[in-house]
């Protein structure tokens, strides 16, 4: 049966997801938010029998072994028969440095070794276009398979072409490599751009390409300052964020699928490969906290182009990763779906909504670059490492200021006004509390970014917004019958993400509204040790699984609170690690009963809020 016990390779222009029997079920050309070429994950019960697959099947496997080499997203499979022979699948995609570029072709590579006895191995490759409705006319050469398509595809090989088109068993004598991609685009041993990889130069080349890639992602990884106690979890979780940023443009996307459901057969089926600014500042804000400044003002860079390109730097909620709109909404009618539970989405209704704590977001983007001090600037800044480029020519000074006082205004106007919260409700807008506590943080970040640039006057200004904010949130959304914040404005249901409060600045975590915030939401959101987002009835019914990202949100406020709510933090905090499949790695959602893993996969969120509980529960860094 499909399940989420994948692992994520990619390098930052593409991204594939490769099952437990080291098939390849997904993935994308020519970016992200692409066809899904393989597409296994999404053709039901028998995806088998559709194109989209690129299986690699050992006669007579006995055991299958899978783990990533350390410190890298490249993943090691090894397929062993009952005489412990076999095969040793490498799967990555390169991302490496030459002449003081970051390479990161549209290139899949899939390394197949022998390791022992005689294996005899039927590879599939079988290419879809069209999310899954249409196959790919192809043609064979001594060294490639070319596949027809809008845009062409390669496979160059110094396999046997013959038997990998057909799915006929042979023979792997030694190691064989299989190089696919874009049939334009191919990389000499240097990463440079160049013409189409002979023969003879396959083996060579993918060696040279694994060996450096490897480097890269550990001259990546070395800098970052991860808590010793959880250092495996939290240098996974930022390399699986990484994957999740493309390079082209600086955008960070939720999620790299579309359509796994949240819980069984619920229709909640969303497609997430697109840059959420709220998803996106989350990741780049977990980034910058282990080290990371170039994903962050990359990221920046991406929102204010955006931004520009609207009237009156206005945003939207989700966008395409090179900045457009994205597509409207339909169904892919070929694709039964995860499990077979549709619909699978193109696109993303929610992208038409009004989702007013943008702006917050964004604004909160540049904080790093207006607060920190040269002693607090992340020391990976200092003293690089291989794999960190300082491309961005963002500096926290006037002008930016400026670009940014246009989200400012924004926020100050629309914090009472209606919206689809960030939970993007279909049926109704309301005045949330959370949108209207990030227009409160557009301003109040906006005061201390002139406060720091030495403007008394935009100082004051911004200063008074925020105050005005504050006093009419704090009046509004406070619910004394609850003894807590409200989801909404003179509401009366609570919401799980009030439990940042305290993390955006909006009150200390001891202040008796937040205590009394908690523990509301710990009587009707927690139940058993995960916390729902809400669980008032929406326009899909009662949600069934727990919102992962809101545990983590909830292990933060209890770390924040500390005294012996801290124990409480540190022991969930492990519950929830052990609820990652075996490479480390979340989806959206869980099933506080079973403990499995629905929702779209890996979900960013989730893995943003493992670097930040990690941070959070540090002795080190706390102290």
């Known amino acids: 049966m499909t399940s989420l016990s994948l692992g994520l390779i990619g390098n930052g222009s593409i991204g594939a997801l490769v099952d437990a029997q080291g098939g390849v079920v997904w993935c994308c050309f020519p970016r992200f938010d692409g066809d899904p070429v393989f597409c296994a994950l999404l053709s039901g019960d028998s995806p088998g029998a559709k194109p989209g697959v690129f299986t690699i099947v050992l006669e007579g496997v006995a055991r299958i072994e899978q783990h990533y080499i350390d410190d890298t997203p490249i993943l090691v499979t090894r397929l062993i028969d009952a005489k412990r022979g076999g095969v040793e699948i490498t799967d990555f995609c390169p991302r490496?440095?030459?002449?003081?570029?970051?390479?990161?072709?549209?290139?899949?590579?899939?390394?197949?070794?022998?390791?022992?006895?005689?294996?005899?191995?039927?590879?599939?490759?079988?290419?879809?276009?069209?999310?899954?409705?249409?196959?790919?006319?192809?043609?064979?050469?001594a060294d490639h398979v070319r596949y027809v398509g809008d845009q062409a595809l390669r496979l160059t090989t110094n396999g046997p072409t013959e038997a990998i088109v057909g799915g006929e068993a042979f023979d792997v004598d030694g190691t064989f490599t299989m190089i696919f991609g874009l049939d334009d685009h191919r990389v000499d041993l240097l990463g440079l751009p160049t013409g189409h990889l002979s023969f003879?130069?396959?083996?060579?080349?993918?060696?040279?390409?694994?060996?450096?890639?490897?480097?890269?992602?550990?001259?990546?990884?070395?800098?970052?300052?991860?808590?010793s106690e959880w250092r495996d979890a939290v240098i996974r979780a930022a390399i699986t964020l990484e994957l999740n940023v493309y390079e082209p443009t600086g955008a960070i996307i939720a999620s790299m699928t579309t359509s796994i459901p949240e819980a069984p057969d619920s229709g909640r089926t969303w497609?997430?490969?697109?840059?959420?600014?709220?998803?996106?500042?989350?990741?780049?804000?977990?980034?910058?906290?282990?080290?990371?400044?170039?994903?962050?003002?990359?990221?920046?860079?991406?929102?204010?182009?955006?931004?520009?390109?609207s009237k009156d730097a206005h945003l939207v909620p989700i966008y395409?990763?090179?900045?457009?709109?994205?597509?409207?909404?339909?169904?892919?009618?070929?694709?039964?779906?995860?499990?077979?539970?549709?619909?699978v989405h193109v696109g993303n209704k929610a992208s038409e909504q009004a989702q007013h704590d943008l702006y917050g977001e964004a604004v909160l983007t540049a904080e790093s670059l207006f607060?920190?001090?040269?002693?607090?600037?992340?020391?990976?800044?200092?003293?690089?490492?291989?794999?960190?480029?300082a491309t961005s020519q963002l500096s926290g000074n006037k002008d930016l200021l400026a670009r940014l006082e246009a989200f400012g205004e924004h926020a100050a106007r629309l914090y009472e006004v209606p919206d689809a919260g960030l939970w993007e409700l279909r049926g109704a807008e309301r005045v949330h509390t959370f949108s209207s506590v990030m227009c409160w943080a557009a301003c109040d970040r906006l005061a201390k970014y002139a406060a720091a640039l030495k403007l008394a006057d935009r100082a004051k200004r911004w200063g008074s917004r925020a105050t005005q904010i504050h006093e009419v949130i704090s009046r509004r959304s406070w619910n004394a019958k609850l003894n807590a914040f409200a989801a909404t404005m003179d509401g009366d249901t609570l919401d799980a993400s009030l439990l940042l409060m305290p993390r955006l600045g909006f009150m200390e975590a001891k202040d008796p509204r937040f205590l009394g915030t908690v523990a509301a939401i710990e009587s009707q959101l927690k139940h058993g040790d995960f916390v729902y987002r809400y669980v008032e009835r929406d326009d899909f019914g009662v949600p069934e699984n727990a919102f992962l990202v809101c545990t983590f949100w909830y292990i933060e406020a209890l770390a924040a609170i500390g005294g012996a709510r801290r124990e409480e933090a540190r022991r969930l905090f492990k519950k929830v690690l052990s609820a990652r499949n075996q490479h480390g790695l979340l989806a959206e959602d869980l099933d506080p009963r079973?403990?499995?893993?629905?929702?779209?996969?890996?979900?960013?969120?989730?893995?943003?809020?493992?670097?930040d509980c990690a941070l959070a529960l540090s002795k080190t860094l706390s102290q």
């Open 594 to 611: 079973t403990l499995e893993q629905w929702g779209n996969f890996p979900q960013t969120y989730c893995m943003a809020g493992v670097i």
């Open 96 to 141: 490496l440095e030459a002449n003081g570029k970051l390479f990161c072709p549209r290139l899949l590579i899939r390394q197949v070794r022998r390791i022992g006895g005689k294996p005899r191995i039927v590879v599939r490759l079988d290419p879809a276009a069209d999310y899954g409705c249409a196959k790919r006319p192809h043609t064979i050469g």
């Open 371 to 389: 607060l920190n001090s040269p002693s607090e600037v992340p020391w990976n800044d200092r003293r690089r490492a291989p794999g960190w480029h």
């Open 320 to 343: 395409a990763v090179d900045g457009r709109s994205i597509p409207d909404e339909r169904i892919a009618q070929c694709l039964s779906g995860y499990r077979g539970m549709g619909p």
């Open 200 to 227: 003879d130069e396959v083996a060579s080349s993918c060696a040279t390409m694994l060996e450096r890639t490897t480097a890269y992602w550990r001259g990546w990884t070395r800098p970052l300052r991860a808590p």
């Open 271 to 309: 497609d997430y490969r697109y840059c959420w600014p709220r998803d996106a500042f989350f990741t780049a804000d977990a980034l910058y906290r282990l080290g990371d400044s170039r994903s962050v003002e990359r990221y920046l860079s991406f929102l204010l182009r955006v931004a520009a390109a």
